[in-house]
């Protein structure tokens, strides 16, 4: 399995984009540029059984991942987490996706390292998830610090379309996270958007 796209239906997969414009309520987020190559499971974003189901209030905080190689990433909930888990370790294909955590992703992102603890079934060099989709996974988890320049300038890149200081207290006040916001690499990158558009509506 090299891709999401090579999954069984019944996995049911979605594009993070899609999720937040059809599950949360928001005049905002659905301006976010998302990166089209992060995904999550029905059972990783379906928090609640509602017939239409608005997640605001319950959204599932992200931690295990599946890195494929094509470079899309997949984000899994706990219980999905423990039954792939030993079914990566019995697979011998050497082009499978590879099991891994954010933190750990962020770490080496910012070290400049391989991840640490990861469950690979891929032979060769294992490689560090791509900044847009390390940056939109930031992102969607209410994280307010982004700690290298490659990812602030991932984070201006996915909010540039968006009304930032909303998008920003909005987000992080649904995962609860309203007290890092002050001060922090988020807040900066929402205020150095909204005055850059400003001064182009002013010319």
């Given at each position: 399995?090299?891709?999401?796209a090579?999954?069984?239906?019944q996995?049911?997969?979605w594009p993070l ?10 005049d905002?987020?659905?301006?976010i540029?998302?990166s089209?190559?992060v995904y999550?499971?029905a059972?990783?974003f ?8 608005v997640?605001n209030?319950?959204?599932?905080p992200?931690?295990a991942?599946?890195v494929f ?5 997949l ?8 039954r792939v888990l030993?079914?990566?370790?019995n ?6 996706p590879?099991?891994t955590?954010?933190s750990y992703e962020?770490q ?16 060769g060099i294992?490689?560090k ?7 939109s996974?930031?992102l969607?988890?209410g ?10 300038k ?6 540039s379309g968006?009304?930032?200081s909303?998008?920003?207290?909005e987000?992080i006040?649904?995962r ?7 001060y ?5 990158v ?7 558009k400003s001064r182009?509506?002013?010319r």
């Open positions: 399995v090299a891709s999401v090579e999954l069984p239906a996995a049911g997969v984009s899609d999720v937040v414009l059809s599950s949360i309520s928001s905002y987020l659905g301006a540029g998302w089209k190559n999550c499971t059972n990783f379906l928090t609640v059984i509602q017939p239409r189901p997640l209030e319950y959204l599932r992200l931690d991942l599946l190689p094509s470079g899309q990433v984000m899994l909930s706990e219980r999905e987490a423990d030993p079914v990566l370790r697979l011998t294909n050497s082009s499978g590879r099991f955590h954010l962020m080496a992102h910012e070290l400049n390292l391989v991840p640490k603890l990861q469950l690979t079934t891929s032979s294992l490689t998830t791509d900044a847009s989709c390390l940056a996974l930031l969607f988890n994280e307010t610090s982004y700690k290298t320049k490659t990812l602030v991932e984070l201006h890149s996915a909010l968006a009304d930032g909303e998008v920003s207290e987000l006040k649904m609860g996270l309203l007290h890092l916001l002050e922090s690499d988020l807040q900066q929402c205020f150095e958007n909204d005055l850059k182009k509506a002013m």
